[in-house]
């Protein structure tokens, strides 16, 4: 039976278990990305497993998230990530030199090769044909010490792309169109393989935009195929070398197929707050734009910004409308001034902030009170920009570009001839950004800002849990809902203590202090829980706060498996009706928990509140079961090595 490309990758990479959907399987991974809002906690975890030098093919470490110096503890972060990857044989990408995911698609994704990254955005690296997943900094740790990635084998859904995106429809409506039909959690426990004749239309940035925003779909990840245009790409880039051409075979077989008809999109936005509350520009019509915010790593190509340029040209933008540019990498940002375009974006009146997430993670730039801002970025979940009632719409960066003109959102077909933006027959390189580790690590000292604050250590799971309920939430609670980001969080990434206190902090301020006084306890959730970032800080500070399990309809995948990795259990109601039987504030009891960990699939919950009996499901491997006991994936390493 022939194979699909996932299935290729996957195999050669297999180093143990089957390629069966739903079982867990252990893959070898070639490269590491990490960035520095997840990065410090990765690099604190790699060195307390005493691996003197990292073991991949290459392991990279970009700062993009904490840019903004509003103090010393970003600055002492980025020293810390200097030198810490000199030390240890990882290549570091400074500050300025542009988001992860844009730069690695530049300069080191190769078909066909593994990318294991601390950020969920990770699966970028699909649209050159990698397998390249998001992960929580200690699982990207692991790897770097030559560990394999566990992960459950998926299901592949081959979305069949045909037809021909029409002048002013773009990458980014081709994704708003899937995440339209399959919703934030469609894409859970699957990778989308795209295939057809529409695949040979788009560029590698335009797939990479496809396969970045797959990932609020929550699947494990997406891949296009290595074919001439990829060949074309790596060659304008330098890395001609770096090509093979990996296709499915011609039989190849699949779970689900989805079929999209280019020629039949049109451009769309997706409505606050999710990234699935899609439609089309017109459904929307023409309401006021207080903001348009321009970048991030899902739009920050180099054919992106030069048509947004091309739109602005010789125009300005609307009295009520603040635009902003945030260019993803140096290559990108430098070529468009070398160009002239950077001159059209500057003299439209566009406020130029350096490469880097910026807004996207509400790193500056927040709306106004109620502010309506279109943003090309891949999430629009509440709060995050900054500002709580902000009404958030994602778009490509032609919608954009049109409404930073007018003022309102606007069909960009209405403002006449398309611009076409040849593709680069070289792209310009220059690496100077990129510094490789030293020669001598003995000569490297890592410096340790005040800000760097141990690595909290879990204990092993007790005979029996007992606590309070003290959150009740909804379905669809993300990363950004659990562990708020934002330019006043951000800086105690790599304080655990400090950050903790903002645990929950946008829906229950108290939630912390509570956690505190009632020496942990429970959270209930909804489906999809924990979706979006791959942060660990979303386990790793609950654990803090003496966190001992979730019980939810379902969880996304990185946040689950970070919940194992740091010893909090991830439950599921076996009658989803079940969710109704717990209010906040209950008083629950989890018996013979070890036993009950080894001896089933099953676990029993009392809630001595109500005097109900439950039944939840925990669906772990053997293996997570042994880091459940052990109380985290630390401490099981540290048993087993
Ligand atoms: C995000 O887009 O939410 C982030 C910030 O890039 C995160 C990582 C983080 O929280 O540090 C992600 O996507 O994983
Ligand atoms: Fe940065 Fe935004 Fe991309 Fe996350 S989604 S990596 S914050 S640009």
């Not at 690296?125 to 990635?149: E, K, Q, S, T």
């Not at 880097?356 to 109620?370: E, K, V």
């Not at 099953?602 to 053997?622: F, M, P």
Request: aromatic letters at 6%; a neutral charge; one cysteine or more.
């Amino acid at each position: 039976m022939g194979k699909n490309l996932v299935q290729k990758i996957l195999k050669q990479h297999l180093i143990s278990g089957e390629l069966d959907p739903g079982k867990e399987i252990a893959i070898k991974i070639d490269q590491t990305l990490t960035q520095d809002a997840t990065g410090t906690m990765a690099y604190l975890q790699f060195e307390a497993m005493g691996v003197p030098k990292a073991k991949t093919e290459l392991s990279i470490s970009y700062v993009d998230h904490n840019t903004l110096q509003n103090g010393f503890e970003n600055a002492d972060d980025h020293r810390f990530l200097q030198t810490v990857a000199a030390k240890h044989g990882i290549y570091f990408s400074r500050p300025g030199n542009g988001i992860c995911h844009q730069v690695h698609l530049e300069r080191f994704g190769k078909p066909g090769k593994t990318l294991l990254g601390s950020d969920s955005h990770t699966p970028t690296g699909g649209g050159i044909g990698m397998i390249a997943i998001g992960a929580g900094g200690l699982d990207v740790a692991v790897a770097m010490g030559g560990g394999p990635f566990y992960l459950t084998t998926p299901k592949v859904v081959n979305i069949h792309l045909t037809g021909k995106l029409q002048p002013w429809v773009s990458a980014k409506d081709v994704i708003l169109e899937v995440l339209r039909r399959l919703t934030v959690k469609g894409g859970v426990g699957k990778i989308m393989e795209y295939t057809g004749p529409g695949v040979a239309t788009l560029t590698v940035p335009e797939r990479a935009t496809i396969t970045n925003m797959g990932a609020e779909l929550g699947a494990t990840t997406s891949i296009f195929p290595s074919d001439q245009v990829t060949r074309a790409f790596l060659a304008a880039q330098g890395r001609g070398q770096d090509w093979v051409e990996l296709l499915p075979d011609a039989d190849a077989t699949y779970d689900e197929t989805i079929a999209i008809d280019l020629s039949s999109l049109e451009p769309m936005v997706a409505k606050p707050h999710s990234p699935d509350a899609v439609a089309t520009v017109r459904e929307v019509g023409s309401i006021k734009v207080n903001q348009v915010a321009i970048g991030s790593c899902t739009n920050s190509s180099y054919a992106d910004l030069m048509r947004v340029a091309a739109i602005l040209k010789g125009k300005t933008v609307h009295p009520d409308t603040s635009l902003v540019v945030s260019p993803g990498s140096k290559q990108v940002f430098e070529m468009l001034a070398r160009n002239g375009a950077l001159a059209d974006i500057i003299s439209a009146g566009a406020r130029i902030l350096e490469c880097g997430c910026g807004p996207c993670i509400g790193m500056g730039q927040s709306p106004c009170t109620a502010g309506v801002s279109v943003r090309t970025f891949n999430r629009n979940f509440e709060g995050r920009s900054g500002t709580k009632d902000a009404q958030v719409y994602l778009a490509s960066p032609e919608v954009a570009a049109a409404a930073a003109l007018t003022g309102v959102l606007t069909d960009p077909r209405a403002l006449g001839e398309f611009p076409t933006i040849p593709v680069p027959e070289s792209f310009l390189i220059d690496d100077s950004m990129v510094l490789p580790p030293a020669e001598d690590a003995s000569q490297v000292e890592v410096f340790r800002g005040p800000n760097i604050r141990p690595l909290p250590i879990n204990q092993p799971m007790p005979g029996e849990l007992k606590g309070e309920v003290l959150l009740k939430a909804e379905n669809n609670v993300s990363t950004d809902h659990i562990m708020p980001a934002g330019a006043k969080v951000l800086p105690l990434r790599s304080n655990i203590p400090a950050i903790s206190q903002y645990v929950f902090a946008g829906v229950d301020p108290t939630f912390a202090d509570r956690a505190k006084a009632a020496g942990g306890g429970f959270v209930v959730g909804g489906q999809n829980y924990g979706q979006g970032s791959s942060r660990e800080h979303a386990a790793l500070a609950p654990m803090y706060l003496g966190i001992k399990a979730v019980l939810t309809k379902s969880f996304a995948r990185i946040h689950r498996a970070n919940l194992v990795n740091f010893g909090i259990l991830p439950l599921t109601f076996v009658h989803e009706s079940d969710y109704d039987k717990i209010s906040a504030g209950d008083c629950l009891v989890l018996p013979n928990i070890r036993e009950g960990l080894n001896s089933g699939n099953t676990l029993k919950v009392v809630n001595t509140t109500t005097g109900q009996e439950i039944t939840v499901a925990h669906d772990l491997s053997r293996r997570q079961k042994e880091i459940m006991l052990a109380g985290g994936l630390l401490n099981y390493t540290r048993l087993n090595s």
